[in-house]
């Protein structure tokens, strides 16, 4: 199976960044367990390690653990200023074996980006950019709950998610993955200053994004919102708005983002399996290939199915 490309959009400030955090201190500092949705008994433990790539890639531990916040409790000043993509493996580690289940890149693009997509005069960087966004398997659209609590006029709502330029580039570009996932990532969610309950943050994003979640809806594709935190829940001093030093740093919602799309992609590669396997000679091997894809795929639904961070998915197949 090829890599899953995941890209991250969104204003500068959104989040983009601490998600990678969040994904370090999930996954790469420790297992992350799911339950077995046909053994209540039995428990999966999923880790990432980082693997070698070419070009722009940060890939070795060391840096990709800068990002941590355990590690940078001062995290605020911390902003991406050059496209990277990180290169990740995913394994099913249950028996220590580490049996990997597919490999997962992971695109930041900073958040000026986002002005530049709709801009025709822009450069051959911004281009590059565009092209990955248009190729990619699962598209992360990022919302700082924060900023989106605070907005009172339509116009600060959309400056706060960069709606209208992300809906100018949905609407004039043609994308090349036919089965495309996007997820609106609904990040600090645990911040003291969020107001409003998170169904409120949610209209408020199907609002501003009418158009795009129009053209994914047209295109058959899948959406959902999902809510998450890079630092997690009690960790911030409400006076000062930073990480308490004593704080456990705990993030939620990063681990169903990942699995969702993952199991969306997974699905489309068991989907793509069944139209082949009528034709081929070779059908007993893809038969078997659908059949373990299938497994995987259960032991995910099952933990976004009992998580109570998604706020809107549209049905969840097989």
Known sequence: MQDIKISMLGVSGSGKTAFLSGICDTFISGN?????????????????????????????????????????RNFTSVNT???????????????????????????????????????????DEVKDVRNELLASNVLLIFADAIRLSAAETAGEISAALGSDDINTFFNTNQFMNKNMTVLFVLTKDDAPDVTGDSELLADRIRHAFETTIR??????????????????????????????PDAEIVPYGIDS???????????????????????????SMLTKMSR???????????????????????????
């Open 32 to 72: 992350i367990e799911v339950k077995d949705s046909r053994n209540d008994d039995r428990s999966h433990l999923f880790k990432i390690l980082p693997y070698m790539a070419e070009n722009m890639s940060e890939t070795s531990i060391g840096d990709v653990r800068r990002y941590s916040i355990r590690n940078n």
């Open 81 to 123: 200023e050059n496209t990277k993509k990180y290169m990740l493996n995913l394994f099913d580690d249950t028996y220590s074996t580490s049996e990997p289940l597919c490999g997962v890149s992971f695109i930041d693009y900073k958040g000026g980006f986002v002005e530049n997509l709709v801009n025709e005069k822009s450069g």
């Open 215 to 244: 053209i994914i809806e047209r295109n058959g594709w899948t959406y959902g919102i999902i809510r998450t935190s890079a630092v997690g829940r009690n960790c911030v001093d409400p006076a000062t708005n930073r990480i308490t």
């Open 257 to 283: 983002v990942l699995f969702y799309s993952i199991y969306r992609t997974v699905s489309e590669e068991v989907t793509a399996l069944h139209l082949r396997i009528s034709d081929m000679e070779n059908a």
């Open 292 to 318: 373990e894809y299938r497994n995987k795929m259960k032991i995910l639904k099952t933990q976004l199915e009992e998580t109570d961070l998604v706020l809107r998915f549209i049905r969840i197949p097989y």
